[in-house]
């Protein structure tokens, strides 16, 4: 079995170099056929490599699991987009219309979103996400029962265990936080000196551009794995209330990333990861696969909260009221409750912008009556709360892990529960501070500085939190991984908080506004909130997943090889920032005298990305042959640590009972939860 | 003995929709005398809280058995029940940023539309969901053969808004998508709905599918249930997007 195993990867391996020859011949003899040059035909041609790797990509899964899963998926997808673009190219043909174009790679741009769309649809029937509701939809019965193939092979088809969706989507992640990363070290690289050194400008701004939306779905799957691996268990359900729609939430994301990936090969764009019109509607054909992959995205986001509401609400064991609820559940509520909601605005924001250019409606152009400000309200109204999105669950698991590291109480738990849901919902009013410098109404200003300002209030409480579960704990000599990140998240998270509200004060904001230093603020907030709590999270429930635990000396490498570089990476941000260096631009004027500092930050990227390699060195070693740890790693009391890793398929054998608080490490004869065995 | 009850709640269903003609009526009449947006609002407010309430019976949300049971039919609807209202939500928020954007870019203006034509096709889909009610009614009173019918009728007036938007009203409007801000929120706003309209057709298709296989009961029909809360929505969405589109505002030509 184990034989068996092996050699499927390495067939696997040189299938994958084998596609990835094939897919670049075919695309290079394609590109050649159709315009009959071979002028641009050297074999690094961007779209013809990344049709390579595509199917270099299926090759390997093919070799690994056979034609099941996500390989049908991924094969359906590709016929998918083709007939939906070979139709709009027949319609367009039949009504006289201008049906092929050279510059968007031989389809026009309306037959490559239609067939996009259908190619989502066809991955959707494809791996298997949709068979049951269609099956409902004609009247039959299915059942909701888990039957899950043997082996890791269930991890690449269609699972309705919460489990094993919450491990797709963290894998997914990491695979799209590893491009997203690949990204910033390739433009990275080219910072390090004034001047193009081998970068096109064009392949700059699609690079810079792809890394933030790359970055971003990469954490909205992250945060949607560990909230769908950890809320059932933590509210000792069985499972997430809809199951099916768990399952496709998760799917839906697949080809999603597939399209959003692909605008790299299809011309690119240059508008940053917000899309701004009006060069959003001059941009190349790439811009278009890039919101229609958002959009498609967005809709992973919207249900998986939706189903994470009800399952909160519907699903809690006994005697689990809302104040023991664990803090990560509160946490995962307020996101969930931002992601169900303000998710449209970006999605019809982009679907405004794709009319324009498909359809010429001139939503943004303002010499019609369009207002490009109107595009901006719109998406901010997502993309502001959508970075608490990202940091809320983050936050929570910080709260989580301090006390049962320090073995004290969490100080202030009601407030700490509340203060999740204050951020949500004060970030509902905080949109307009992205604007102050866009030419919106002035008088716009000062309420929403105010507001953004006001976020601080909830965050501090979260702070003060922190400290004072700290303060006097007894923290053990040699710290824990996950409690090493629990930390650095604190200090990171607080260096990007101090260093928010210079931004949300319109006066310096007009200085600071689309400088180095937002790229630093920014990244702070994001490491902080959402990277060293993932990292946190990854170490310490790992066990729980697999039943073995990381290897601790290379946990200590990855944090302390991560964290000085991050923030020398950090700190030089903006510092060349507040020098006047912009955000965006590939290039600078040796004279601003920042070389020095750009090499250094470029030296801190390559050692984070090798902390990051550590990190899956380190995966493989323990999934490989790693130390058994079934019992409760870390003297932890809530639900999910009180039965054997791995967790069953069901979770609980037996309903438990929720009878004291959630955090009260240290107090003697102190009970949270109270699991009904024997007693029945 | 649940007949007893039929006639009450089809009469109830009846007087809602009376009422909510009748408001219909008064809107068209404030928007050709004294053009109050904020009467307009506020009737519209009025007519969407009606089919809310008593169509679509929000107030279900608030009914929770305590049954720990998680595979008893009851627990199952009040849970599915809870999950497809937070769509609908999910939903009006993409509806809320279509008005947004009409009122940024329109203002109080707008486009040169018929307004009788207007008016007409909100009758249509007010009726729909009058026989929409009907059918939910009939079908919650084990009126099997009732529920066909009214299902049907509501396809039908469905099918027939949308070939009075999408087959009279965009082939006469006197601009077309690309000419202006106004006429781009025009086809936006209405395209959108009548995408709405188009999958609750479908979705009504399948019910009544099922229905014929005798797949649904007196007790249990969350399936119908869904449809009916969707066709009622995307009745509230218009009942907010006619008056923005026909009635606020000054006319440009």
Same mark, same amino acid.
């Given at each position: 079995?184990?034989?068996?195993?092996?050699?499927?990867?390495?067939?696997?391996?040189?299938?994958?170099?084998?596609?990835?020859?094939?897919?670049?011949?075919?695309?290079?003899?394609?590109?050649?056929?159709?315009?009959?040059?071979?002028?641009?035909?050297?074999?690094?041609?961007?779209?013809?490599?990344?049709?390579?790797?595509?199917?270099?990509?299926?090759?390997?899964?093919?070799?690994?699991?056979?034609?099941?899963?996500?390989?049908?998926?991924?094969?359906?997808?590709?016929?998918?987009?083709?007939?939906?673009?070979?139709?709009?190219?027949?319609?367009?043909?039949?009504?006289?219309?201008?049906?092929?174009?050279?510059?968007?790679?031989?389809?026009?741009?309306?037959?490559?979103?239609?067939?996009?769309?259908?190619?989502?649809?066809?991955?959707?029937?494809?791996?298997?996400?949709?068979?049951?509701?269609? /099956?409902?939809?004609?009247?039959?019965?299915?059942?909701?029962?888990?039957?899950?193939?043997?082996?890791?092979?269930?991890?690449?088809?269609?699972?309705?265990?919460?489990?094993?969706?919450?491990?797709?989507?963290?894998?997914?992640?990491?695979?799209?936080?590893?491009?997203?990363?690949?990204?910033?070290?390739?433009?990275?690289?080219?910072?390090?000196?004034?001047?193009?050194?081998?970068?096109?400008?064009?392949?700059?701004?699609?690079?810079?551009?792809?890394?933030?939306?790359?970055?971003?779905?990469?954490?909205?799957?992250?945060?949607?794995?560990?909230?769908?691996?950890?809320?059932?268990?933590?509210?000792?359900?069985?499972?997430?209330?809809?199951?099916?729609?768990?399952?496709?939430?998760?799917?839906?994301?697949?080809?999603?990333?597939?399209?959003?990936?692909?605008?790299?090969?299809?011309?690119?764009?240059?508008?940053?990861?917000?899309?701004?019109?009006?060069?959003?509607?001059?941009?190349?054909?790439?811009?278009?696969?890039?919101?229609?992959?958002?959009?498609?995205?967005?809709?992973?986001?919207?249900?998986?909260?939706?189903?994470?509401?009800?399952?909160?609400?519907?699903?809690?064991?006994?005697?689990?009221?809302?104040?023991?609820?664990?803090?990560?559940?509160?946490?995962?509520?307020?996101?969930?409750?931002?992601? +169900?909601?303000?998710?449209?605005?970006?999605? +019809?924001?982009?679907?405004?912008?794709?009319?324009?250019?498909? +359809?010429?409606?001139?939503?943004?152009?303002?010499? /019609?009556?369009?207002?490009?400000?109107?595009?901006?309200?719109?998406?901010?109204?997502?993309?502001?709360?959508?970075?608490?999105?990202?940091?809320?669950?983050?936050?929570?698991?910080?709260?989580?892990?301090?006390?049962?590291?320090?073995?004290?109480? +969490?100080?202030?738990?009601?407030?700490?529960?509340?203060?999740?849901?204050?951020?949500?919902?004060?970030?509902?009013?905080?949109?307009?501070?992205?604007?102050?410098?866009?030419?919106?109404?002035?008088?716009?200003?000062?309420?929403?500085?105010?507001?953004?300002?006001?976020?601080?209030?909830?965050?501090?409480?979260?702070?003060?939190?922190?400290?004072?579960?700290?303060?006097?704990?007894?923290?053990?000599?040699?710290?824990?991984?996950?409690?090493?990140?629990?930390?650095?998240?604190?200090?990171?998270?607080?260096?990007?908080?101090?260093?928010?509200?210079?931004?949300?004060?319109?006066?310096?904001?007009?200085?600071?506004?689309?400088?180095?230093?937002?790229?630093?603020?920014?990244?702070?907030?994001?490491?902080?909130?959402?990277?060293?709590?993932?990292?946190?999270?990854?170490?310490?429930?790992?066990?729980?997943?697999?039943?073995?635990?990381?290897?601790?000396?290379?946990?200590?490498?990855?944090?302390?090889?991560?964290?000085?570089?991050?923030?020398?990476?950090?700190?030089?941000?903006?510092?060349?920032?507040?020098?006047?260096?912009?955000?965006?631009?590939?290039?600078?004027?040796?004279?601003?005298?920042?070389?020095?500092?750009?090499?250094?930050?470029?030296?801190?990227?390559?050692?984070?990305?090798?902390?990051?390699?550590?990190?899956?060195?380190?995966?493989?070693?323990?999934?490989?042959?790693?130390?058994?740890?079934?019992?409760?790693?870390?003297?932890?009391?809530?639900?999910?640590?009180?039965?054997?890793?791995?967790?069953?398929?069901?979770?609980?054998?037996?309903?438990?009972?929720?009878?004291?608080?959630?955090?009260?490490?240290?107090?003697?004869?102190?009970?949270?939860?109270?699991?009904?065995?024997?007693?029945? | 003995?649940?007949?007893?009850?039929?006639?009450?709640?089809?009469?109830?269903?009846?007087?809602?929709?009376?009422?909510?003609?009748?408001?219909?009526?008064?809107?068209?009449?404030?928007?050709?005398?004294?053009?109050?947006?904020?009467?307009?609002?506020?009737?519209?407010?009025?007519?969407?809280?009606?089919?809310?309430?008593?169509?679509?019976?929000?107030?279900?949300?608030?009914?929770?058995?305590?049954?720990?049971?998680?595979?008893?039919?009851?627990?199952?609807?009040?849970?599915?029940?809870?999950?497809?209202?937070?769509?609908?939500?999910?939903?009006?928020?993409?509806?809320?940023?279509?008005?947004?954007?009409?009122?940024?870019?329109?203002?109080?203006?707008?486009?040169?539309?018929?307004?009788?034509?207007?008016?007409?096709?909100?009758?249509?889909?007010?009726?729909?969901?009058?026989?929409?009610?009907?059918?939910?009614?009939?079908?919650?009173?084990?009126?099997?053969?009732?529920?066909?019918?009214?299902?049907?009728?509501?396809?039908?007036?469905?099918?027939?808004?949308?070939?009075?938007?999408?087959?009279?009203?965009?082939?006469?409007?006197?601009?077309?998508?690309?000419?202006?801000?106004?006429?781009?929120?025009?086809?936006?706003?209405?395209?959108?709905?009548?995408?709405?309209?188009?999958?609750?057709?479908?979705?009504?298709?399948?019910?009544?599918?099922?229905?014929?296989?005798?797949?649904?009961?007196?007790?249990?029909?969350?399936?119908?249930?869904?449809?009916?809360?969707?066709?009622?929505?995307?009745?509230?969405?218009?009942?907010?997007?006619?008056?923005?589109?026909?009635?606020?505002?000054?006319?440009?030509?």
């Amino acid at each position: 079995m184990k034989k068996s195993s092996s050699r499927g990867f390495g067939t696997a391996l040189l299938l994958f170099i084998l596609g990835l020859i094939a897919g670049t011949v075919v695309a290079v003899l394609l590109h050649t056929l159709t315009t009959g040059k071979f002028e641009n035909g050297y074999l690094l041609d961007l779209p013809s490599w990344l049709l390579g790797a595509l199917v270099a990509v299926v090759a390997f899964l093919y070799a690994l699991i056979g034609y099941y899963g996500v390989v049908k998926g991924l094969l359906w997808q590709v016929a998918g987009t083709l007939l939906g673009a070979l139709f709009v190219t027949a319609l367009r043909a039949a009504l006289g219309m201008p049906y092929s174009d050279m510059n968007t790679f031989w389809f026009t741009e309306s037959a490559w979103v239609t067939g996009v769309m259908v190619g989502t649809l066809f991955f959707l029937a494809g791996v298997g996400a949709i068979t049951d509701w269609y /099956k409902m939809a004609l009247g039959q019965t299915v059942s909701e029962h888990h039957t899950d193939v043997p082996g890791f092979r269930k991890y690449f088809g269609v699972s309705l265990d919460h489990k094993v969706i919450g491990i797709q989507y963290t894998f997914t992640s990491l695979l799209l936080l590893s491009v997203g990363g690949l990204f910033a070290l390739v433009f990275r690289t080219e910072l390090a000196q004034a001047g193009m050194q081998f970068l096109s400008i064009e392949l700059y701004n699609t690079l810079m551009s792809l890394h933030g939306m790359v970055m971003i779905v990469s954490i909205l799957l992250g945060i949607a794995g560990v909230m769908n691996y950890l809320v059932p268990m933590m509210i000792g359900a069985q499972d997430m209330a809809f199951p099916r729609l768990n399952a496709f939430s998760f799917w839906i994301a697949i080809p999603a990333a597939v399209i959003l990936l692909s605008s790299l090969a299809l011309g690119g764009f240059d508008t940053g990861w917000t899309g701004y019109p009006p060069l959003s509607v001059r941009a190349p054909l790439g811009m278009s696969m890039f919101f229609v992959g958002v959009w498609v995205a967005g809709w992973s986001s919207i249900l998986g909260a939706l189903n994470l509401i009800v399952s909160v609400l519907r699903l809690r064991a006994k005697g689990m009221i809302a104040f023991r609820m664990p803090i990560f559940v509160w946490a995962a509520t307020a996101t969930s409750i931002i992601s +169900l909601t303000a998710t449209q605005m970006i999605g +019809l924001a982009f679907q405004l912008v794709l009319f324009q250019r498909l +359809l010429g409606m001139p939503f943004f152009d303002s010499t /019609k009556g369009g207002n490009p400000i109107l595009f901006q309200h719109l998406f901010w109204f997502y993309s502001h709360p959508v970075v608490y999105v990202f940091v809320l669950p983050g936050l929570g698991v910080i709260s989580e892990l301090l006390p049962v590291f320090v073995r004290k109480p +969490l100080f202030g738990y009601k407030w700490v529960a509340m203060s999740s849901l204050g951020i949500a919902l004060v970030g509902f009013l905080v949109w307009a501070h992205h604007m102050f410098a866009s030419g919106m109404n002035e008088y716009l200003r000062v309420p929403f500085m105010f507001s953004t300002l006001l976020v601080a209030v909830p965050t501090g409480v979260k702070f003060f939190s922190w400290v004072a579960t700290l303060w006097q704990g007894k923290l053990v000599r040699d710290l824990p991984t996950p409690m090493l990140f629990v930390l650095g998240g604190i200090v990171v998270f607080l260096l990007g908080g101090l260093t928010g509200p210079p931004n949300a004060t319109v006066s310096t904001d007009l200085h600071l506004t689309d400088t180095y230093y937002i790229v630093g603020h920014f990244h702070d907030t994001m490491f902080g909130g959402y990277i060293f709590p993932f990292f946190a999270s990854i170490y310490y429930w790992f066990p729980k997943a697999t039943g073995k635990r990381l290897n601790e000396k290379l946990g200590k490498w990855h944090f302390w090889l991560m964290t000085p570089s991050f923030l020398i990476l950090t700190l030089f941000m903006m510092r060349v920032g507040l020098l006047g260096m912009r955000r965006r631009i590939g290039d600078y004027d040796p004279a601003m005298g920042f070389g020095l500092w750009q090499m250094a930050m470029t030296i801190a990227a390559f050692l984070i990305a090798a902390a990051i390699l550590i990190f899956f060195y380190n995966i493989y070693l323990t999934v490989k042959s790693g130390e058994n740890a079934t019992g409760n790693v870390w003297k932890s009391r809530s639900p999910e640590w009180q039965v054997p890793s791995p967790m069953p398929v069901y979770n609980y054998e037996h309903e438990f009972e929720v009878v004291g608080e959630p955090y009260d490490y240290g107090l003697p004869g102190s009970v949270y939860v109270k699991i009904n065995s024997e007693e029945v | 003995m649940a007949h007893q009850h039929d006639s009450g709640s089809l009469r109830q269903g009846f007087v809602i929709f009376i009422i909510l003609a009748f408001l219909t009526f008064i809107e068209y009449v404030i928007a050709i005398t004294n053009q109050s947006v904020l009467l307009l609002t506020i009737v519209a407010i009025v007519k969407s809280g009606m089919v809310l309430y008593y169509y679509m019976h929000i107030s279900k949300l608030g009914e929770n058995e305590d049954s720990t049971d998680h595979h008893s039919a009851e627990w199952k609807l009040v849970t599915n029940r809870l999950g497809f209202w937070l769509f609908i939500l999910s939903d009006a928020f993409l509806f809320a940023g279509l008005l947004t954007t009409r009122f940024n870019l329109l203002g109080f203006t707008r486009p040169d539309l018929d307004r009788n034509l207007g008016l007409i096709v909100t009758g249509v889909l007010l009726i729909s969901s009058f026989f929409m009610n009907r059918a939910e009614t009939q079908m919650a009173h084990g009126d099997q053969k009732g529920f066909l019918i009214s299902t049907s009728i509501t396809m039908l007036l469905g099918i027939g808004f949308l070939a009075g938007v999408v087959g009279v009203e965009w082939q006469r409007a006197p601009f077309s998508a690309g000419d202006s801000a106004m006429s781009a929120v025009f086809y936006m706003m209405t395209g959108m709905h009548a995408f709405h309209v188009l999958t609750g057709v479908i979705f009504l298709g399948v019910v009544l599918n099922n229905a014929r296989k005798g797949l649904y009961t007196a007790e249990n029909h969350w399936a119908v249930e869904a449809a009916t809360v969707y066709w009622h929505f995307v009745d509230v969405v218009w009942i907010f997007f006619y008056p923005a589109l026909y009635l606020i505002g000054r006319l440009v030509q």
